[in-house]
């Protein structure tokens, strides 16, 4: 996968990290999926391109429950960006 340059806004070293993550997976997931599509993708990189969304999915979840317990608010239901 490419690299990304890492995001230029402010926050926590973890915030940042994420955001990274997530702009370096959403900057390959078109070559993935086209990949997919031609089924030039081998099963062993299906299977790492599933556990590099797996992680990014659960850091986001991990990010999010501590947003929440610095707010001081309940998770609420999932209402996508």
Do not use: F, I, K
């Amino acid at each position: 996968m490419r690299a990304t340059a890492p995001p230029r806004t402010g926050g926590d070293q973890q915030t940042v990290a994420l955001t990274a993550a997530l702009l370096s997976v959403a900057a390959n997931l078109p070559q993935a999926a086209e990949e997919l599509a031609q089924q030039r993708m081998p099963p062993a990189r299906q299977r790492v391109l599933a556990s590099l969304l797996a992680e990014v999915g659960a850091l986001l979840h991990e990010h999010a429950d501590l947003a929440a317990e610095r707010v001081d608010v309940e998770p609420g239901p999932a209402t996508p960006p």
